[in-house]
Structure formats: structure tokens, C-alpha cells
């Protein structure tokens, strides 16, 4: 955004689903061509993957035409895949959560818990998960990040601004994704 780090080159498209398509788009521009062997190409398109949830969020014609370009540069997505895998605890603990998940006025699936969990990218999978489930607009996760901070995730598929809620708990982020940390506060 406009108060990132300066330097030489300065690029900002509010309209990029990713830093990746940002970076392709940026290789357009340079006199030679750029190489980028299967590795790398496997590695962004991890990137790409992630940042719009298996193209769910934030795309355009321009990501999937990079999606292309990676893939003709080589991009392995079965290995892709096999490293965003979750282990068998992992999986069952976000089947857990979301088991004991409640539900408000039949479009908020909500989940909080005790437990410690310090990746804020677990809570991220649980409110997904959570909105996988029919007739959810939205989905927070409240999990214990630690002994005295409390992290919460909100998604949505557009219906509702979870940003603005997140920004209301001094958090933040954008239409569809967003979070915060809350010190000194129960579950």
C-alpha cells in the first residue's frame, strides 16, 4: 500500500489478487525475458493459491492468465498441493472446532475455544471451513493465541464486511477477510 517500504520502484494495484501477480505483471516491463524454472513457477503458484483461496478470492481474468504462465513455465500442481496439505491432527482439530461450531440467525457460524493456537493461519482454515457450510455468510473463529491474547478471524464470501468488524475490535483487513488480536481478554 501507499506507506510500504520505499525504494526505487514503487507499484500498487488495489485490483492484484496477489503479490505473484503483481510480480509477473512487473516482468512484462523488462527488456529481457525473465526465466523462471519449475521450481519457482511451483513455488509462485503456491503463492497464488493461497493468497485467493484456490482462486475464490480477489481474481480476475489476469490471475488465472497468470496461473497459465506459470504453469507453462513448468509449475508442478500436484506438488503445489501436496505442500499446502494439512496433517491428520490438523485435520481433526478444525473438523472439531467446526463439529462444535454455533450458528446465528441461520447465516453466522461462529467457534471459540480455550485451546492455544498460535498460527493465525490454523484460525483462517476453521472459519473456511466454516464457510463451506450452506446458507453461512460468515464465519469467525475465537481461539486463544496465547496464555493472554485472543485471536479472531473473520471471513465472508461478500455479504457481509467482516473488515469493518475487525476494525471495530481494532483489527482489520478486507471485504471478504479479515482479523484481529485482542490482549487481556477471555475467550
Request: charged share 20%.
Amino acid at each position: 500500500n501507499e506507506t510500504s517500504i520505499q525504494g526505487d520502484l514503487s507499484h500498487i494495484d488495489p485490483a492484484a489478487s496477489s503479490t505473484v501477480e503483481l510480480l509477473m505483471e512487473l516482468s512484462n516491463f523488462f527488456s529481457r525475458e525473465i526465466q523462471v524454472d519449475p521450481l519457482e513457477a511451483s513455488i509462485m503458484y503456491g503463492g497464488l493459491i493461497v493468497d485467493t483461496n484456490l482462486f475464490t478470492y480477489r481474481t480476475n481474468g489476469r490471475t488465472f492468465e497468470v496461473a497459465s504462465k506459470l504453469k507453462d513455465y513448468g509449475a508442478d500442481t500436484i506438488l503445489v498441493k501436496t505442500w499446502l496439505r494439512n496433517d491428520l491432527g490438523m485435520t481433526k482439530e478444525i473438523n472439531n472446532l467446526v463439529t462444535n461450531s454455533e450458528i446465528l440467525n441461520e447465516r453466522f457460524a461462529i467457534v471459540q475455544s480455550e485451546s492455544i493456537h498460535p498460527e493465525r493461519s490454523f484460525m483462517a482454515q476453521v472459519s473456511e471451513a466454516l464457510l463451506d457450510i450452506q446458507g453461512i455468510d460468515a464465519a469467525f473463529t475465537i481461539l486463544r493465541m496465547g496464555p493472554d491474547e485472543i485471536g479472531i478471524s473473520a471471513r465472508s464470501y461478500g455479504a457481509v464486511n467482516v473488515q469493518v468488524i475487525m476494525e471495530e475490535m481494532g483489527g482489520g483487513g478486507h471485504l471478504t477477510s479479515a482479523a484481529t488480536q485482542i490482549k487481556d481478554i477471555n475467550v
